[in-house]
């Protein structure tokens, strides 16, 4: 039992949950010949999160170390504060709500030992999530898949990862990563394991759609410059569009064949309007992310470890 595995555990407000969760895996765990470390990541919780993460190391100090947040800095760099906190010889990242199913880790840490060093789990069902949920889900994943050249339809955070995978990550210095597409950016030997997501047991999921829109956008942004290139199809288009009007209006002016079109004017000039502050929009977005990678905060700040 020489390996150690790593359990990378991001976990916000999530009291209800902690104790279960770590049972759970220690029962897939314990019936493997390996040993683990869980990694709890508190991100900033206003719950009881931390004082049940402390219950538990005071139980098995040597198992479970933890990580608090000063405030919530959110899912991704809770994930990357853990994997650079792991020591194990691979790791594997996974939601504390258990729609992950710890039963999975069996087929993953099996097929890394066979040599693959990124072991991917894809969402075969999504569960009860609603309809709209599932729906921006896909759509996010189509557009970014599309933009990035990088298939991320079904992706998750539910992966196991080997040492050199780690540390090619935790080696990024963006201010902002997006785990699960930097996770396939970075290549290496990889497969993946479908998954059925599981219902939560306890507690309420703290993804809202604004949020997801959110996300997705951001996602979208920092992983991807082609938004930027819609700017400039949209103002090619506009500029070819603006020859042949223009070119018709000179023809009706000089052949007396000209209308009244005030409609149609103010029309374009709304259609226009509507263009130029997407575009600024797009761009704007993208400003912003520079504005904050420059910045060169850190990712998160830890309030308290053990």
Not at 40 to 56: H, M, P, Q, R, W
């Amino acid at each position: 039992m020489s390996d150690l595995l790593s359990l990378i555990i991001p976990a916000f407000n999530e009291e209800q949950m902690i104790s279960t969760a770590y049972k759970e895996i220690c029962k897939v765990l314990d019936d493997m010949d390996v040993s683990y470390e869980f990694i709890f990541v508190d991100d900033g919780s206003t719950d009881k999160t931390f004082d049940e993460i402390k219950a538990l190391a005071d139980s098995d100090k040597d198992r479970i170390h933890c990580i608090s947040f000063s405030r919530n800095f959110g899912k991704e760099s809770a994930i990357f504060a853990g994997l650079n906190e792991a020591k194990g010889d691979c790791c594997v990242v996974m939601d504390c709500d258990l729609q992950h199913p710890p039963a999975v880790i069996r087929e993953m840490y099996r097929l890394w030992k066979e040599g693959f060093s990124i072991v991917e789990g894809v969402k075969k069902d999504r569960g009860s999530e609603n309809i709209i949920h599932k729906l921006m889900a896909k759509i996010f994943y189509a557009v970014i898949s599309s933009l990035s050249n990088i298939d991320l339809k079904d992706a998750s955070d539910f992966v196991l990862v080997d040492r050199s995978v780690v540390k090619a990550l935790v080696s990024m210095p963006e201010a902002a990563p997006f785990f699960r597409g930097l996770s396939r950016w970075v290549g290496f030997k990889s497969v993946k394991v479908p998954f059925d997501v599981a219902d939560r047991k306890l507690g309420v999921s703290k993804w809202s759609t604004g949020g997801l829109i959110k996300y997705a956008i951001h996602n979208i942004t920092i992983f991807s410059a082609d938004p930027l290139q819609l700017v400039t199809v949209m103002g090619v288009i506009f500029i070819f569009a603006s020859i042949f009007l223009g070119g018709e209006a000179l023809f009706r002016y000089f052949t007396h064949t000209a209308l009244g079109g005030f409609t149609t004017v103010i029309g374009l000039i709304l259609l226009t309007g509507g263009i130029i502050m997407i575009s600024l929009g797009i761009i704007g977005i993208y400003i912003s992310q520079i504005y904050d990678e420059v910045k060169d905060r850190p990712r998160y700040i830890i309030e308290k470890r053990f």
